[in-house]
């Protein structure tokens, strides 16, 4: 028969062997909430760097299309304030909109001389193309914009380009009946090239020739 000591050093062993158990059973169960808690935080900061590259990515797309459709609003309503300012954080020079329009186009077409003298300023070519293939020239022409034509020839436009249904800064005037801005380019062609308007635009209607005689 076993003695009450034998048993009481059993009953020991067993409550050892339990606390055992159960500290072992505590320990597994942290170990598993610690893990789960370390994925769901890698889960947490994978979303948020997708998300923050996400949204970096619908500013880079979106921040130029915003300041280039301001841009080109500004050119067009003749706001040199504004157009100043764009340019200065970034704006693009030759943005622009779905008929191919460019912030010097639309300055050029509504005759805002002193936009269109910043954006040569700022870099743009004085002969670049845009809607129809047309210079900056041609649209001013086109709309009989006799100071901006003015400016534009006097700082190097080039008169003799032609658009895409091949027509001449001229020749733009003349079909709109600017016969003002037609007598201008005449005027600099003449000074320039030291030949008469009829001998050299003979070819040109008759209407024209009487519109503008000596």
């Not at 050892?16 to 808690?37: G, M, N, P, W």
């Not at 949204?55 to 301001?70: E, G, K, M, V």
């Not at 249904?165 to 801005?181: K, P």
């Not at 000074?191 to 503008?212: A, D, F, V």
Request: with cysteine.
């Amino acid at each position: 028969m076993e003695s009450q000591c034998d048993k009481k050093e059993k009953e020991k062993g067993g409550m050892k062997e339990s606390v055992l158990d159960h500290l072992f059973l505590e320990f597994r169960s942290c170990q598993i909430r610690v893990k789960a808690v370390s994925r769901g935080t890698k889960i947490a900061i994978g979303v948020a760097i997708y998300l923050y590259f996400i949204l970096l990515a619908f500013y880079l797309i979106l921040f130029p299309i915003t300041y280039s459709h301001r841009l080109l609003n500004a050119a067009e309503n003749g706001d040199l304030a504004t157009v100043t300012k764009l340019l200065d954080k970034g704006a693009n020079l030759y943005a622009k909109d779905g008929w191919s329009g460019t912030p010097i186009k639309y300055a050029a077409v509504n005759g805002h001389t002193d936009i269109v003298a910043l954006l040569i300023k700022r870099g743009v070519d004085i002969n670049s193309r845009s809607t129809l293939d047309r210079t900056p020239l041609m649209h001013a022409a086109n709309s009989g914009r006799d100071e901006t034509v003015k400016f534009l020839i006097e700082n190097g436009a080039d008169i003799s380009l032609k658009d895409e249904e091949g027509n001449t800064a001229l020749m733009l005037a003349f079909q709109r009946e600017h016969h003002s801005t037609v007598s201008i380019i005449l005027g600099y062609l003449e000074e320039s090239q030291g030949i008469k308007r009829r001998e050299h635009y003979w070819h040109l209607p008759q209407m024209l020739n009487s519109q503008i005689a000596d």
